[in-house]
């Protein structure tokens, strides 16, 4: 029992870590901007299917293939940007609407993948085809490695970009006062769409690196928008570093919950940490940012 | 704060409203007659009538956000099925639970949830709307899980029961006017005020002496029966019912009604619901398409005539009139 | 008996203090005023007595009640209305139909009302006449099916009063009534405020125009730094020296 506790943990940090990137994401673009971007999930979604298009049907060797398709859904979110926020934003459209008429992209994009790529579900290789480290009773993977790695290295970088350049720095400015930044000369605008473009990569990064372990479809972009929502949440909306640990927090949770309750709790038990933290706890384990 | 309300549209005084007005009954009634495959349309839009009317109180008047009445729907549609096709139940007291539960559900979830604003409030009602959905599924013992449940005897009392495709259409219609006037009835009135006060601005609602957390939690359980009397009539009209019937697609369509519509308004649901049912059935062998479209024109509606169609008339004519700037 | 009694209000926000020991007396009846250079803590003390502030210590009595910390509902629905400094009015409702919001305290009817309409039909027709009485009070009888966003802001401000009378206060509370009025509508608001007071309601403001208050206030009370300075007569107050210095500085008060 105490294996299968500790296996569960193993995986559940792991996939914790996807729910954080995705996570960071929404802490990004809101942080940017106040808005939450609803569509987070089908980035995670592209990330996945680009890369596994790219390698099983253009034979692009895995590492090129994962480039591409952050590129890819980096460009995709600067048009997600473009086409359906920037003209929501120049009208100060409501919050609700904003929502709304991203949950609506997300649909889009959605069927569009449908469309062009059917219903199957697509993978990717383990980036390292090796059979798994022994830890005592535990088997870690070397994907798990790769998550678990890419991520604080994704993360590390991420933090240095806004802390010490140029670009980053005036990202922060904007989010903490729009108005004051473009009297400064920073353009605003564009540092919408950049917070889009890395907050779509950053979805996509996560896509590519958990597709090894579980198969990709074009439904799968709400559930993760959800995880990396809740991961947000549990963080402290707005705080990227609480993101990584709130959706740790909610992978080693949702996993006990499986080998507790079973399998049949999985969302449940994600979408009742969501609701307890909203309810009683709404600024999340660590606080916010506000 | 921003309100999603506008202005009580005297009805009868806009000619393009009258038209629409007028060309929505001439369409119905060409169906009743001819009957034929439009007419499990039109049950579609009215039941969706019934549910948008309900989510128009609830975002249109009071001005709150839910992403998640698919939930009750699911609620009282899954009890009205439970009894009726397993217990053999009437249908009108298996309705009646359902509501009442619907009604309960509403009562628990509203207490934490209305406090809550903006998208935390959009989140949690996601989350509520999503769990309903995991429970349809995982339930199986009840509810049948993927496979859905079957067989549900049409509405009626007794021997008397509403199984043609005509008379289903007709009781909905009927059920869906009611609904429509009771919400106009229920906004021309102090507690629709109250509601209106509440979107418009919490502090000066509060200043008046208005309970703001009573009357959301009010707008939100009379919101909830509207979504419980949708999901009662849907299975019963359809005779199966599924997780996915009360799934996300019920959101997305019933928001783009909503907003197509003209979210707010008198006619705005109903308009809504017409307009969403009707046009993907010219693109009937095109069925992939549908959500698509769904979202690309919700998209396009929210960016330029977000007021929907019942705002067109005010929308044209002040363009037409453009002060200088 | 006084309408309104602070008892030693205070007031922090961490460390900053925006009220410190402020008591004062509000009567029955008439106009007070409370002045001060901005940031004395004016609309703070409006928010505490309102109920959307509470005090870090002190409390705040209406009439006999003690109504420290209770809800704004509750306080409305003693008597006690206010308006607010950036002016909160239903923007989607028309003007009419903001003063009928204003009559939710004195009328009855939820869910069922809304369903029998012939009942509720002379209810409402007495919020009508109510409403239309008070919007010919305020000169806005002839917009009354405007929508309220439309109104110049002169007006919004009459809107706001006129939706608080609709409220039948026995304390009307006013944050800077007169602010962005030229003084046309200035005049008008004062012929209004003392109008309202005549007819019985006791009326608090928060102003800076002065040519109000010293035209219309029988009570004047003074904040800086969130103490009170002063309290009295028009006539008291503008010689107090530490009025004026709080308004002109020391040197003047020297002169003084």
């Known amino acids: 029992m105490l294996d299968l506790i500790l296996q569960s943990l193993a995986s559940g940090t792991a996939v914790g870590c996807i729910y954080g990137l995705i996570g960071i994401g929404f802490c990004v673009i809101y942080n940017a901007s106040g808005i939450v971007n609803f569509a987070q999930g089908a980035f995670v979604m592209l990330g996945g299917m680009v890369a596994s298009a790219a390698l099983k049907t253009y034979g692009i060797p895995l590492p090129l293939a994962g480039t591409l398709a952050v590129l890819v859904c980096a460009g995709i979110g600067i048009i997600l940007e473009r086409v359906v926020v920037r003209p929501l934003w120049d009208r100060h459209s409501t919050t609700f609407v904003m929502i709304l008429a991203t949950l609506a992209a997300q649909i889009v994009i959605e069927r569009m993948t449908l469309i062009v790529a059917g219903d199957q579900p697509h993978s990717l290789p383990m980036f390292t085809d090796l059979p798994p480290l022994r830890v005592g009773h535990l088997a870690i993977s070397y994907q798990f490695l790769w998550i678990v790695g890419g991520s604080a290295l994704v993360i590390a970088m991420l933090a240095l970009f806004f802390a010490s350049t140029k670009t980053g720095k005036a990202m922060r400015a904007c989010a903490i006062d729009p108005d004051a930044a473009a009297l400064q000369g920073i353009p605003v605008s564009r540092m919408l769409a950049l917070a889009f473009a890395l907050s779509a990569a950053l979805g996509a990064f996560a896509g590519v690196l958990i597709t090894p372990t579980q198969y990709i479809a074009f439904n799968l972009g709400v559930p993760f928008a959800i995880s990396g929502f809740i991961a947000a949440i549990v963080g402290g909306f707005g705080r990227p570093l609480g993101a990584l640990a709130g959706g740790i927090f909610l992978g080693v949770v949702q996993a006990l919950a499986i080998v507790v309750l079973g399998s049949a709790f999985k969302n449940i038990a994600a979408l009742s940490i969501l609701l307890l933290f909203l309810f009683f706890r709404p600024t999340g384990l660590f606080g916010s940012t506000t | ?325 | 008996m006084s309408m309104l009694r602070l008892d030693s209000i205070t007031r922090r926000f961490g460390g900053l203090v925006a009220l410190e020991n402020v008591s004062l007396e509000i009567q029955t009846s008439g106009i007070t005023a409370i002045i001060g250079p901005n940031g004395a803590g004016k609309t703070t003390l409006f928010n505490i007595i309102s109920g959307f502030n509470t005090p870090s210590a002190g409390r705040v009595l209406f009439g006999d009640d003690d109504i420290t910390g209770i809800a704004p509902e509750l306080i409305a629905r003693r008597g006690l209305i206010r308006t607010f400094q950036l002016v909160q009015l239903f923007d989607e409702l028309s003007v009419l139909e903001n003063v009928k919001v204003g009559r939710h305290l004195h009328t009855r009817g939820g869910l069922l009302m809304a369903f029998l309409p012939r009942l509720a039909a002379r209810r409402e027709a007495e919020v009508e006449a109510a409403a239309q009485a008070l919007l010919r009070q305020t000169g806005l009888a002839d917009r009354a099916c405007v929508p309220a966003s439309a109104l110049p802001y002169g007006q919004k401000r009459l809107l706001e009063i006129a939706r608080a009378l609709a409220a039948e206060p026995k304390l009307l509370l006013l944050d800077e009534p007169a602010a962005g009025l030229n003084r046309e509508e200035t005049l008008r608001l004062a012929e209004l405020l003392r109008a309202v007071a005549a007819a019985g309601t006791a009326v608090l403001l928060i102003e800076h125009d002065m040519t109000l208050v010293m035209n219309v206030a029988a009570q004047i009370a003074v904040l800086d730094f969130g103490r009170l300075i002063a309290n009295g007569t028009p006539a008291e107050v503008r010689q107090n020296p530490d009025v004026i210095a709080a308004y002109l500085g020391q040197a003047e008060a020297a002169l003084a």
């Not at chain 2, 509440?198 to 009357?215: F, K």
């Not at chain 2, 359980?221 to 697609?249: D, M, N, R, T």
């Open chain 2, 1 to 325: 704060m921003n309100s999603l309300t506008s202005t009580w549209a005297k009805r009868g005084s806009n000619p393009v409203l009258l038209a629409v007005w007028g060309l929505a009954s001439a369409l119905v009634v060409y169906v009743l007659i001819r009957g034929g495959y439009l007419m499990s349309v039109l049950q579609i839009a009215a039941i969706y009538t019934v549910f948008v009317t309900g989510l128009n109180i609830f975002m249109g008047y009071t001005g709150q956000v839910s992403f998640g009445h698919n939930a009750f729907a699911a609620v009282s549609g899954y009890t009205s099925a439970v009894l009726t096709a397993t217990y053999n139940w009437e249908p009108l007291p298996a309705a009646a639970v359902g509501l009442g539960g619907v009604l309960l559900c509403a009562l628990i979830i509203g207490y934490p949830t209305l406090r809550l604003r903006g998208h935390y409030l959009a989140m949690a009602t996601l989350a509520i709307g999503l769990i309903a959905y995991d429970v349809a599924v995982e339930w199986g013992s009840v509810t049948q899980g993927y496979m859905g449940i079957s067989g549900i005897p049409p509405i009626g009392i007794g021997r008397w029961t509403v199984a043609s495709d005509r008379g289903i259409l007709v009781l909905l219609i009927i059920v869906a006017a009611i609904g429509m006037f009771a919400a106009a009835g229920i906004r021309r009135s102090r507690l629709g005020r109250a509601f209106v006060a509440i979107a418009g601005s919490e502090n000066a609602a509060r200043a008046l002496g208005i309970d703001v957390s009573h009357y959301k939690l009010v707008a939100f359980l009379i919101s909830a029966f509207y979504a419980g009397v949708a999901g009662s009539l849907f299975v019963h009209a359809i005779g199966f019912v599924s997780p996915e019937v009360f799934g996300l697609h019920m959101v997305v369509l019933a928001f783009t009604m909503l907003y197509i519509g003209g979210i707010g308004t008198f006619v705005g649901p109903a308009l809504g619901a017409l307009i969403v049912t009707l046009l993907p059935e010219s693109f009937r062998t095109f069925n992939e398409y549908q959500d698509l479209a769904y979202g690309a024109v919700l998209i396009l509606i929210l960016i330029y005539a977000p007021g929907g169609v019942a705002s067109l008339p005010k929308l044209l004519s002040s363009s037409s009139r453009r002060k200088p700037a």
